[in-house]
């Protein structure tokens, strides 16, 4: 439900801090070690949970997702994979927001209703499919908003004020800003434009707007705690399931996610 | 065999204006559309309207014509294939000598319209993917021509397969980027040039090389390779004073059947058929038939008929040409499937290597292995016509390209 995610907005908001987003691929490297990894995240101070599922072609995605997806699919993992990933966490998180993020075929390929009423089951609040923009979108966002989901949209770099029209009619959850016209992880995302595009978009809409892309270490982190309502980190994460044992990935990633939640609960203290 | 006796459509009434599509979405029917990112997406709009200003620009359309004829070459000869009719003994075969093309294949009207528009709309780096590196040739031709830098993206196993048209692309001055990223092939080396033009929104003009891509690339791609449809039209009413019985071409993201089919469409009376590739055979896994062997999804920008497993992974392509191994098809070809108009069959790797090989002894021309595979079923719809019947073939490409593949194939060595 994306009652949750309404919730949870508001309730940061009364801490005057802002969300730390944790984006994480699903199936990767295999289903057990992916949940404890995403398990440790929530855990470690992640306010809101982007469970990845892989696509064989990610062209919005630089190498550290695309990897991470690799993996997963070497494992047999896909979307059926992902959603029984949310399910298994919802039972253990009631109150944590869950949005599946990803492409379209896989979503196409069961169809809309279907999806949803899967997304619906698994405990998901939100979706974001990144190659689904507002003129293709109706029949999923449709079918998830009549299960209380909200399709997540995204604004960009390249938004100019009549296409922000355009993706605000309908939108629903929280708006994502990608901070860099670019792949995921590839380049560090400038504060400065970020924020004067942000203050942009606040006058068109009270919508929660998290920011993403661009976004690896704690200081980037709290850097843009600073201005926006959340901060997803996704590349850096997915890096850090990959770059040693599987048993050890949950602690890898839950010492990031530590030192990230920190930075941006103290970002607007100082 | 599929049954290609049936005209099409049964009730004529029911045939749409066909210059109405796609639709202001993008849409031919359930198909196409614009399946990007978000960031692309204002990109793709200005894309569409440029296009709009440009086709209502006589000074476009002069240039664009001056440069086919003196640069191209066009018009491309129409050509009666004499010994092959007679080695088959049914209808008159003519070929579209679209092989004759500066560059060798069907691929440079395209990049030219593409091109231009990209240095009417102020941009100054062109991207480019590529498979057996006919698009990517001809991307960095028109370049060099017209003063712009060039990067074409190639998958890794492609770059190996095809050395002669990279050191090409090279002496045009192109950098070529191999492709790492899953299989290697045309479909990776596309989603590596979304990921360059999502990166260089400013400056960048994505020249897309087949009918595929989101909204407005499969309408652009069709109307700048109907030049071939268009010129064959005129040349076959002018040489026999009717209209072919079947037009058929090869398809693999299909761009030059689109083009030769597309001014036949309201000629309810031909036949179009697209021969797609079944490399292996449509009953194995190793095949690059979207359509005769695929089902719906969305790939690439737009939603047609893909190669994909049950949970919507796509499923690598295989063809012995490398022009036809991609695992999707243009939209427009899933909708004409999907309403009857145009009919689509396939030919294995050993049929189109049997086709090229009778071509180039009973004409004298080596065909490029992509449109061997129509050659290889133009033999039993010729038949099937009889002899007072016609058939149109677009000869697409020449075999140069191939004759390393070829060789291999006949299990000889090259130097």
Request: proline fraction near 6%.
């Amino acid at each position: 439900m994306s009652a949750r995610l309404a919730a949870r907005f508001a309730a940061l908001k009364a801490e005057g801090r802002a969300a730390l987003v944790a984006y994480l691929m699903a199936g990767d490297p295999d289903i057990a070690t992916s949940l404890a990894v995403m398990d440790a995240a929530i855990r470690a101070g992640a306010d809101i949970l982007e469970i990845g599922f892989p696509f064989t072609d990610p062209s919005a995605d630089g190498p550290s997702v695309q990897r991470a997806g690799e993996r997963a699919l070497a494992a047999g993992n896909g979307l059926p994979a992902a959603l029984w990933i949310a399910l298994t966490l919802r039972e253990r998180h009631p109150e944590i927001p869950l949005i599946l993020m990803g492409y379209t075929n896989p979503v196409e390929c069961l169809g809309a209703e279907v999806f949803a009423a899967r997304a619906a089951q698994a405990g998901l609040d939100g979706v974001i499919l990144v190659d689904l923009p507002p003129e293709e979108d109706a029949p999923v966002r449709l079918a998830l908003a009549e299960r209380g989901l909200a399709m997540i949209r995204l604004a960009t770099p390249t938004t100019d004020g009549p296409r922000l029209t355009r993706i605000l009619d309908g939108a629903a959850g929280f708006l994502y800003y990608v901070a860099v016209a670019g792949v995921t992880g590839a380049q560090a995302a400038a504060p400065d434009t970020a924020q004067a595009a942000l203050q942009a978009i606040r006058a068109r809409t009270d919508l929660p707007i998290a920011l993403g892309f661009g976004v690896r270490t704690p200081e980037a982190a709290a850097l843009f705690a600073g201005f926006a309502d959340g901060v997803v980190v996704g590349s850096a994460l997915v890096d850090a399931v990959g770059a040693g044992p599987a048993q050890t990935a949950p602690d890898r990633v839950g010492k990031l996610v530590n030192a990230l939640a920190d930075a941006v609960r103290t970002a607007r203290l100082c | 065999m599929m049954d290609f006796s049936t005209n099409w459509p049964a009730n004529a009434a029911s045939a749409p204006n066909w210059a109405d599509w796609p639709d202001a979405r993008g849409r031919f029917g359930d198909f196409g559309g614009r399946y990007v990112a978000e960031t692309l997406m204002p990109l793709v709009l200005s894309l569409e309207q440029a296009y709009a200003e440009a086709k209502a620009d006589p000074a476009f359309t002069r240039e664009m014509d001056g440069f086919l004829r003196d640069y191209v070459g066009r018009p491309s000869p129409l050509y009666f294939a004499e010994r092959l009719t007679a080695h088959h003994g049914g209808a008159q075969i003519y070929f579209k000598r679209d092989e004759l093309n500066h560059t060798g294949a069907h691929k440079i009207n395209n990049c030219l319209g593409q091109i231009l528009l990209a240095k009417r709309m102020g941009k100054t780096r062109i991207i480019a993917e590529t498979g057996a590196g006919q698009h990517g040739v001809a991307s960095a031709t028109v370049a060099a021509r017209l003063g712009l830098p060039c990067i074409v993206y190639m998958g890794a196993v492609d770059v190996e397969r095809q050395k002669p048209n990279v050191f090409r692309m090279r002496l045009l001055g192109a950098e070529v980027r191999p492709v790492t990223a899953g299989a290697a092939t045309l479909k990776d080396a596309m989603n590596e040039a979304m990921r360059d033009w999502v990166t260089n929104v400013a400056d960048t003009f994505y020249c897309i090389g087949t009918v595929a891509g989101p909204h407005p690339y499969p309408m652009l791609v069709r109307d700048f390779q109907s030049v071939i449809g268009r010129e064959a039209r005129a040349q076959i009413l002018d040489r026999v004073g009717r209209l072919p019985d079947v037009a058929m071409a090869c398809v693999g993201g299909g761009s030059n059947a689109i083009g030769l089919f597309h001014p036949f469409l309201a000629d309810t009376q031909v036949r179009l058929i697209g021969v797609e590739a079944a490399g292996d055979g449509l009953e194995t896994d190793r095949h690059a038939a979207a359509l005769t062997g695929g089902s719906p999804g969305v790939l690439h920008g737009n939603r047609t008929y893909l190669l994909q497993t049950q949970d919507g992974q796509i499923r690598d392509a295989h063809s012995i040409s490398a022009g036809l191994d991609y695992p999707g098809v243009g939209p427009e070809h899933a909708w004409l499937k999907e309403i009857g108009r145009a009919q689509y069959c396939s030919a294995t790797d050993q049929e189109a290597l049997e086709a090229f090989q009778l071509c180039a002894r009973l004409e004298g021309i080596l065909p490029a292995l992509e449109p061997a595979h129509a050659l290889a079923r133009v033999g039993e719809i010729a038949r099937e016509l009889g002899r007072d019947g016609i058939v149109l073939m677009n000869l697409c490409g020449r075999g140069d390209k191939d004759v390393f593949t070829i060789a291999d194939a006949l299990g000889e060595k090259l130097a």
